[in-house]
């Protein structure tokens, strides 16, 4: 498997804005034009859709708001909320679990790291009801004991511990 260093960044401005887009190598999105483009659609899912829903909302309310000077406690309708739609992501990576090997198809693919470093987050900070989804835990499980996500794993934020099973393979 290729390093992520491999992956070409490309961006163009356009007026105030700038388009950005991932050049990824060959091998790392398996597959004819249909099977790639559900790559794209899925990594664009977690970028996009999940990050917007869960992991930024997350993240802000659980670490960022403590790092502040003010140190403020988490918002709990914020939280209610996040949780809500974590439910509804997990629902779909059970589906996708239950009718394919992996998430995009019968490979491995960028889909399937995308959506594990997002999972990954809310796996550190102890969200995920794994109990109300056993597809998508078996579907992490079998990304998490991979040997190259072992550093992910030993990633630590400062002042805020791992879920207890976090760097646990067999949680």
Same mark, same amino acid.
């Not at 498997?1 to 887009?21: E, N, S, V």
């Given at each position: 498997?290729?390093?992520?260093?491999?992956?070409?960044?490309?961006?163009?401005?356009?007026?105030?804005?700038?388009?950005?887009?991932v050049?990824?190598?060959?091998?790392?999105?398996?597959?004819?034009?249909?099977?790639?483009?559900?790559?794209?659609?899925?990594?664009?899912?977690?970028?996009? =859709?999940?990050?917007?829903?869960?992991?930024?909302?997350?993240?802000?309310? =659980?670490?960022?708001?403590r790092m502040?000077?003010?140190?403020?406690?988490?918002?709990?309708?914020? $939280?209610?909320?996040?949780?809500?739609?974590?439910?509804?992501? $997990?629902?779909?990576?059970?589906?996708?679990?239950?009718?394919?090997?992996?998430?995009?198809?019968?490979?491995?693919?960028?889909?399937?790291? !995308? !959506?594990?470093?997002?999972?990954?987050?809310?796996?550190?900070?102890?969200e $995920?009801?794994?109990?109300?989804?056993?597809?998508? =835990?078996?579907?992490?499980?079998?990304? =998490?004991?991979?040997?190259?996500?072992?550093?992910? $794993?030993?990633?630590r934020?400062?002042?805020?511990?791992?879920?207890?099973?976090?760097a646990?393979?067999?949680?």
């Open positions: 498997m290729r390093r992520l260093l491999d992956f070409r960044i490309y961006c163009r401005r356009a007026g105030r804005r700038a388009a950005c887009w050049v990824a190598p060959a091998g790392t999105v398996p597959g004819n034009r249909e099977e790639r483009a559900e790559v794209r659609r899925l990594v664009d899912w977690f970028h996009g =859709k999940f990050d917007r829903e869960v992991t930024r909302d997350l993240l802000f309310e =659980k670490v960022y708001q502040r000077p003010t140190g403020a406690a988490p918002d709990p309708e914020m $939280l209610r909320a996040v949780r809500a739609n974590l439910r509804y992501h $997990l629902s779909y990576i059970s589906y996708l679990s239950d009718t394919r090997r992996w998430l995009a198809g019968d490979e491995l693919s960028f889909a399937d790291l !995308a !959506a594990a470093g997002h999972i990954s987050t809310v796996d550190y900070l102890g $995920l009801p794994w109990v109300d989804f056993p597809l998508a =835990k078996e579907w992490y499980q079998r990304i =998490k004991s991979r040997p190259s996500f072992r550093s992910v $794993l030993a990633d934020v400062p002042g805020t511990p791992p879920s207890a099973t976090y646990d393979l067999d949680f």
